[in-house]
């Protein structure tokens, strides 16, 4: 079974420039999530799909970040403008609806670095 | 307060030694548990899930408090290989199968 991909891996911008982030779910799985994880911290949600439709962007800082996920598969995030404090790791996870006892499975993440 | 609190650590234990890390919780309606590991530099993994009636994974132990809202994890015979940070995880539960993380408990095992 192939697993959540992510990419770029890496990406370095200036403050004030614009990111995306794309994310290709383990077939199947309805249920995909945006995680932000700032060094020395646990992972943060940041938005949560179930098939193309949003259940909880409740952490999500609507002023900068967006995500969409288009028929209910693959997804973008993206950052505009972007901060010094956006730096983290951005983590994408998807799992099975009935995935409740199971967790889910994160992708490599991509490392976004704001200089 | 946090929804899920662990020590930060660092742990630093000699090789075979045993380790244990809690976590508490905040939802008293928090529905599943996990432990997930996480190598420097790496994405989190899956290490095993926490039932009530505890469950062990070779040398890893879990257990559940729900009364206390408490999750340890118990580490037995210490490998190099164990140095990772721990993630206590809980499903807050509400309809979604949302995770919520720790901050992590950091594990370095020395020879």
């Known amino acids: 079974e192939a697993g959540v991909a992510q990419s770029p891996r890496y990406k370095i911008i200036e403050k004030r420039q614009s990111v995306a982030f794309w994310c290709n779910p383990i077939?199947?799985?309805?249920?995909l999530y945006w995680y932000q994880q700032i060094l020395g911290q646990g992972p943060k949600l940041l938005i949560q799909?179930?098939?193309?439709?949003?259940?909880?962007d409740s952490q999500l800082p609507k002023d900068r970040f967006s995500a969409e996920r288009l028929k209910g598969v693959d997804s973008t995030l993206k950052i505009q403008p972007a901060k010094l404090e956006d730096s983290a790791v951005y983590l994408c996870?998807?799992?099975?609806?009935?995935?409740?006892?199971?967790?889910?499975?994160f992708g490599s993440g991509t490392r976004l670095t704001v200089v | 307060r946090k929804e899920v609190e662990q020590d930060p650590g660092p742990f630093n234990v000699p090789e075979g030694a045993t380790v244990a890390f809690n976590c508490t919780y905040s939802?008293?309606?928090?529905?599943?548990f996990f432990w997930y590991r996480q190598d420097c530099r790496k994405e989190p993994k899956l290490l095993m899930s926490?039932?009530?009636s505890g469950n062990e994974d070779g040398r890893f132990t879990a257990q559940l408090n729900r009364a206390s809202q408490y999750i340890s994890l118990l580490i037995r015979d210490s490998k190099l290989s164990d140095s990772a940070t721990y993630l206590c995880v809980v499903n807050s539960g509400g309809g979604y199968n949302k995770l919520i993380f720790g901050a992590g408990t950091r594990l370095a095992v020395h020879p």
């Open positions: 996870a998807s799992s099975p609806i009935r995935g409740r006892e199971n967790g889910y499975t």
């Open positions: 926490v039932y009530s």
């Open positions: 799909f179930q098939n193309n439709g949003v259940v909880d």
């Open positions: 077939s199947g799985h309805a249920t």
């Open positions: 939802n008293s309606a928090s529905q599943s």
